[in-house]
């Protein structure tokens, strides 16, 4: 099933010891079927916390304010029995660390049966079939034999592959890769963006691929959001995002990827500063202490999202129209 | 930098004692601590809270039930019950706090050598842990008493001698487990003294779960207490102990029934008392299950 | 010049036969190398970049170099005489400092960072006089304000353990650090802050100092020479402009190739590798590359090739090194470099 995702003003807080902290806010995000939407920012950016308040996966100490529109339905307001029902089809999580995925003691095939719980249609014969072709389709050689090892057995790649497998296994509408290539090589890694590539040539759902690392991004998605401070700084195709920054933000993270100079620089370009407190944002532009570019309204006023000719949504004071 | 400011004021905002309040934060855990405080103060000043002395016999008034002037009653000789159980805690909490205080302080020494120290040494002190484990206590304990004869210190020996190879053993695989953390190699990198490293760098890190499991076995080392008394292996007689109390008691339980209910109360208030304060301790100094702050 | 820090022929094993073991089992096991031949040096005041994939063995390296990892062959030589005996090593160390890959987990955690900054000095038992005031000059010096020095370990942000980490690592001026992964777990703002501290102290100390890494596109900024590794092996060594520009090895080109490129147009279509890197107990025969190596020729399976020197200061562990770069030209691959910001504006920020 492909359906279309958007996402409207989500916020969620967490009830903490040492105060309430706005770990996302007001965001906004829309997604067609067949898209790969690329969400970057640094570490405490609300990423993960968006990535979770997706999969229905935040703490029972989060609370949710807005909707997150998945086919015509809010999940927010579904009752969690029905959430869990429709997620459990229809939505899917690669993480960053697969081995945490699967359960040590049983072997990869078992596994993988029992993510197919659903299909009461299949017999497990069936579902073993099913299994071998989606490992063999995700690169897996010999998938008759890997579906009888363990997931200790398998190098980091193997097992993030295996994790994609598992994923696609429901024919979900929405795939969820948070950082799937963080904890792996550069051969590894370049392995598994390969993969991720050739699959979305097939897949008709939406991808959502949560990443700090620009390369990736860059070669996977059609519209990127960068988030920093809990917001969506900047939102856009991914040519406009990486060749016509608009947010000073976006500018700063582009210009401190070593890998966009050739030349040997005698200083690495850095962003002076550090993020926000989330306990107490500041009331104006979550960047403006950082920022090159502010002015007086910054660090008062909110700025609101501002949608440019080209598709570009940007919230800042300085982007005029 | 408004996080470091945060984080600072933070923990000034937790106060001096931000363990007791962790503590006293559970109601259970709150009852706990105040029985535990109640037993620790009846042995500490036993002397002054008993109404009599607990060897004083009297048989003209013996197996007395309750009453204004013996409020828990007398036993078989026509002791004071209330001040022998008084007297009593004093006994169970001494042996019970010194055994397994001795009892820590070797396993740990122990431990921390095992893991730390070279690998024959390690060899060495695994098979002596195993080996003493292996004894039944209380065919160890009959073997010790024949030769030394009964007595506190006899008791805390024979207790400790059996029970600190299960601390050792923690210690040791908490200390296996560290001794190949980074800062451990970045210490040795600095060429800091093995011993530094033991006491300034691995103890600090090993010893919490340490603390937890000794609080727990406090009761179970009063009961150990009581029962060997019970069978004439504890505290010498005239010595108040639960146990005896019992065991005195329980000749006389059809006429007096009193004597082994206010006998056996304290044993199952104080093994209440030290167990839920030793789950509240865990509770609170177990970095897992404390809530954590979302990324 | 002559070199600081030299290893030559070092090989560590896995299994180390000591004269018990040798009684008992007069047939030992099969030892299994986690480094084989590595023959290295590091000029006084250089930075060398030691590169590979996990399990390469660039962390045993770096430890065996300072001897927390003993080695079964070969000999390490710092400034000409030979490492041997722990009294070596330690004489060796204290010239020496390491930082390790986790930034939070190579301090104490229950030492506060101002014990924790002092302790080089107090572990040497040497005189430091006012110890606050020391603590202050050493968090300056890193850009950390002084109320860090309250803190434990866990409530230090990645970036700012990494700035305690470099503070005690050069506590005692040494003539040399090693950085396992100085950048690991941190963003790209942050890496480039600890990158550019490590480089200023450095032009204010002059300490040489080996970078352990897999960021090659971050290596390249920092480093003057590259040593590339492959299953505990040198594969490749040489300046690092010249390696990035003209890899000799296919190794070296498939992982300058594997970099993702931030740029939206330029979206591969090949995959530069395949494959894993084997493990040590199954060491393949021949050319310890040869089955992921795009241009293997049969001598490739049979021979392994030695590490040979091809040109002044280059050395490649390869049997078709020229030929490869002419392979490349014809499959007219497109080169990995070039790949300059496309028109616009960024601002360079610099710290």
């Known amino acids: 099933m492909s359906a279309s995702l958007a996402v409207r003003d989500l916020s969620v807080r967490y009830q903490t010891p040492r105060g309430e902290v706005h770990a996302l806010r007001h965001v906004d995000l829309d997604a067609e079927p067949g898209q790969v939407i690329g969400i970057v920012g640094e570490s405490g950016c609300g990423k993960s916390t968006f990535v979770s308040a997706l999969a229905n996966l935040l703490p029972p100490n989060a609370m949710v304010e807005g909707a997150i529109g998945y086919g015509g339905t809010d999940l927010v307001g579904l009752d969690p029995c029905r959430r869990r029902m429709l997620q459990g089809n229809e939505i899917a999580l690669v993480s960053q660390d697969p081995m945490t995925a699967f359960n040590p003691v049983l072997t990869v095939g078992d596994q993988l049966v029992d993510f197919q719980h659903h299909r009461s249609d299949l017999g497990r014969a069936e579902k073993r079939r099913r299994i071998a072709a989606m490992l063999e389709r995700v690169g897996i050689s010999d998938p008759e034999r890997r579906m009888n090892s363990y997931p200790h057995e398998l190098s980091g790649g193997m097992r993030q592959r295996v994790a994609i497998a598992a994923a696609l296994l429901t024919d979900p509408g929405l795939l969820i890769a948070d950082e799937p290539t963080t904890a792996l090589d550069v051969t590894m890694e370049a392995q598994i963006v390969h993969l991720l590539a050739e699959l979305r040539r097939e897949y008709n759902g939406i991808i959502v691929l949560v990443s700090h690392h620009l390369g990736v991004i860059a070669e996977l998605c059609d519209r990127v959001y960068v988030m920093y401070g809990g917001e969506v700084l900047e939102a856009g195709d991914v040519e406009e995002i990486f060749d016509r920054p608009r947010h000073p933000y976006t500018r700063a993270l582009l210009a401190c990827d070593p890998a966009r100079f050739d030349e040997r620089l005698e200083r690495l370009p850095t962003i002076p500063g550090a993020p926000p407190n989330l306990i107490d944002p500041p009331p104006g532009c979550s960047f403006a202490a950082r920022c090159s570019r502010v002015f007086a309204p910054c660090h008062t006023t909110h700025p609101a999202a501002k949608v440019l000719p080209t598709g570009h949504v940007a919230r800042c004071h300085a982007v005029v129209l | 930098m408004s996080f470091v400011a945060e984080a600072v004021q933070t923990r000034r905002g937790w106060g001096h004692f931000p363990l007791l309040r962790a503590l006293a934060s559970n109601p259970v855990t709150l009852a706990a601590l105040v029985i535990v405080i109640v037993f620790l103060m009846m042995a500490a000043f036993a002397p002054w809270l008993a109404p009599y002395p607990p060897t004083k016999i009297d048989v003209l008034h013996k197996l007395q039930p309750p009453s204004a002037e013996h409020w828990f009653g007398t036993d078989h000789l026509g002791r004071d019950l209330l001040s022998r159980i008084i007297h009593g805690a004093r006994t169970a909490l001494t042996i019970a706090i010194g055994s397994v205080a001795v009892a820590g302080s070797v396993g740990l020494l122990l431990g921390l050598i095992a893991g730390y120290g070279p690998r024959w040494l390690d060899g060495v002190l695994v098979l002596v842990f195993d080996s003493l484990n292996s004894l039944p206590m209380i065919m160890f304990a009959l073997a010790i008493i024949t030769v030394l004869g009964t007595g506190t210190g006899t008791l805390i020996f024979v207790i400790a001698a059996t029970s600190f190879p299960s601390y050792a053993r923690l210690i040791r695989a908490q200390t296996l487990a560290l001794k190949n953390s980074d800062y451990i190699l970045a210490e040795r990198l600095m060429d800091a003294h093995p011993l530094r490293i033991l006491l300034v760098h691995l103890l600090p890190n090993v010893v919490g779960p340490l603390i937890i499991l000794l609080s727990m076995d406090i009761p179970v080392v009063i009961m150990v207490e009581a029962g060997l008394s019970f069978l004439g292996l504890g505290v010498r007689p005239p010595t108040p102990s639960w146990g005896s109390i019992l065991y005195d008691g329980y000749t006389s339980i059809r006429s007096a029934p009193f004597v082994v209910i206010f006998g056996g109360l304290p044993l199952v208030l104080a093994t209440l008392g030290f167990t839920f304060l030793g789950e509240g301790l865990r509770d609170s100094l177990d970095p897992r299950l404390k809530l954590r702050r979302p990324a | 010049m002559s070199a600081l820090l030299a290893t030559e022929d070092l090989d560590v094993s896995l299994l180390r036969p000591n004269f018990v073991s040798r009684l008992l089992n007069p047939w030992p096991r099969k030892l299994f190398n986690i480094l084989e031949g590595v023959t290295l040096f590091v000029l006084p005041g250089e930075t060398l970049g030691l590169v590979g994939e996990s399990g390469s063995g660039k962390t045993t390296l770096a430890r065996t170099m300072l001897g927390l990892t003993r080695h079964s062959a070969g000999r390490i030589t710092f400034e000409g005489r030979e490492v041997r005996t722990p009294a070596d090593f330690r004489a060796l160390r204290r010239q020496s400092a390491m930082m390790f890959q986790d930034p939070t987990g190579s301090l104490s955690p229950r030492l506060r960072v101002g014990t924790l900054l002092a302790e080089p000095f107090t572990i040497r038992r040497m005189a430091v006089g006012d110890r606050s005031a020391l603590v202050r000059s050493m968090l300056a010096q890193v850009g950390l304000p002084e109320s860090v020095a309250q803190l434990y ?87 690092t402009a010249e390696v990035f520009k003209r890899p000799l090895h296919p190794y070296t080109a498939t992982l300058i190739r594997s970099e993702p490129v931030p740029d939206p147009r330029r979206k591969r279509t090949e995959l530069a590798i395949r494959g894993e890197i084997p493990s040590i107990f199954s060491r393949p025969a021949g050319c310890e590359f040869h089955a992921r190596c795009p241009f293997a020729q049969p001598r490739c399976r049979a021979e392994a090739p030695a590490y040979q020197a091809v040109a002044p200061g280059r050395n490649v562990r390869c049997h078709y090194p020229m030929e490869i770069e002419q392979q490349e030209r014809d499959a007219a691959i497109p080169a990995p470099i070039n790949r300059r910001g496309s028109s616009n504006e960024v601002e360079h920020r610099q710290a």
């Open chain 3, 153 to 239: 370990p866990h409530e230090l942000s990645g970036g700012q353990a990494r700035r305690v980490g470099v503070a005690r690592a050069l506590a005692l001026r040494p003539r040399l650090l090693l950085a396992d992964e100085p950048t690991a777990g941190l963003d790209v703002s942050v890496q480039g802050e600890v990158l550019n501290l490590i480089a200023d102290l450095r032009r204010e100390h002059g300490f040489a100092a080996i970078i352990i890494t897999h960021n090659l596109s971050m290596i390249r900024h920092v480093s003057d020479r590259l040593a590339i590794m492959y299953l505990g092996r040198l594969v490749e060594t040489g300046p």
